[in-house]
């Protein structure tokens, strides 16, 4: 054998060596158990705040589904294999002590049967009982006789702050119970309705908003409703950052109006057109 070989044979060695050492280290020793689970400590007061919040105002927050066809909806709405519409669905909330429901317009817009998913996973038939496009508000009752979740605390929209938190309960992509948080982005925005007029006064969030959310509320940090959240600016169609809400001072007014009447007047300036009999010279009498 020579030297070559002799040194071959003791680089392999030294390898098949280390190998068989490496193996001996990185097998798992059978006396191995689960880790010890650390005990967290108290929750940080942020923390408590949002958990509080959504504790006490989640219940009162439903899902609401709307179909524009006569067949009533079921528990398990979703797309239609019987050629019935498919549903919109979307959030709305516990107004009053009645059964009344708030909501966005456009959510049960010509609808002809609309469903209320509580917390709890019960379904209530519900009626739309009054609609203010210019506002995209819509007012709901519900139908069946149940004890319905109590309505949360109204707070302002008058003296908000840009850079205050903000939170949202709602149902993004039918996802009930989903609660996000943000802040209070910016201010008095305008936002166009499907009716052409504009809602003034806007309030904008970054806190996250997706189809579904619409109708649901915006909260402040005391768990005050401070708007419903009723659009987003996204070209993907999905929440980055810029979502509105309809200011709870708006919401405030419009609602008992809905309530009372079921409608809510044109706002305007007081001008209308006259009959052309009755232009001067015309001869008619005053």
């Not at 708030?102 to 509580?118: C, E, P, Y």
Request: glycine residues 10%; neutral net charge; proline residues 7%.
């Amino acid at each position: 054998m020579n030297r070559r070989t002799t040194l071959a044979l003791a680089a392999v060695a030294a390898l098949v060596l280390a190998l068989t050492g490496a193996k001996f280290w990185l097998a798992p020793s059978a006396t191995t158990v689960a880790r010890a689970i650390e005990q967290r400590g108290a929750f940080s007061e942020v923390e408590r705040g949002a958990i509080e919040i959504f504790e006490r105002v989640s219940p009162s927050v439903v899902q609401v589904a709307a179909r524009s066809g006569a067949n009533p909806l079921s528990e398990d709405e979703g797309p239609s294999s019987s050629g019935e519409a498919p549903a919109s669905s979307g959030t709305g909330f516990i107004w009053d002590n009645q059964g009344h429901v708030v909501t966005n317009d456009h959510v049960v817009q010509g609808a002809k049967t609309v469903a209320l998913r509580f917390a709890s996973g019960e379904v209530a038939e519900a009626e739309v009982i009054g609609v203010a496009p210019n506002y995209d508000l819509a007012v709901l009752r519900i139908r069946n006789a149940r004890q319905a979740p109590p309505p949360f605390a109204l707070g302002s929209s008058a003296d908000l702050k840009v850079g205050q938190a903000a939170f949202a309960i709602g149902n993004p992509f039918g996802l009930d119970q989903s609660m996000t948080s943000g802040i209070i982005s910016a201010l008095k925005r305008r936002l166009p309705t499907s009716s052409g007029r504009e809602i003034a006064n806007v309030i904008q969030t970054d806190a996250a908003i997706n189809p579904g959310n619409s109708g649901g509320p915006l909260l402040d940090s005391a768990g005050r409703l401070i708007g419903v959240t009723t659009a987003i600016i996204s070209p993907s169609g999905t929440n980055a950052g810029i979502g509105f809400a309809v200011p709870v001072d708006i919401v405030n007014r419009v609602v008992p109006e809905l309530i009372r009447t079921g409608r809510v007047p044109t706002p305007g300036i007081g001008i209308v057109a006259a009959n052309e009999a009755l232009r001067p010279g015309s001869g008619s009498k005053a």
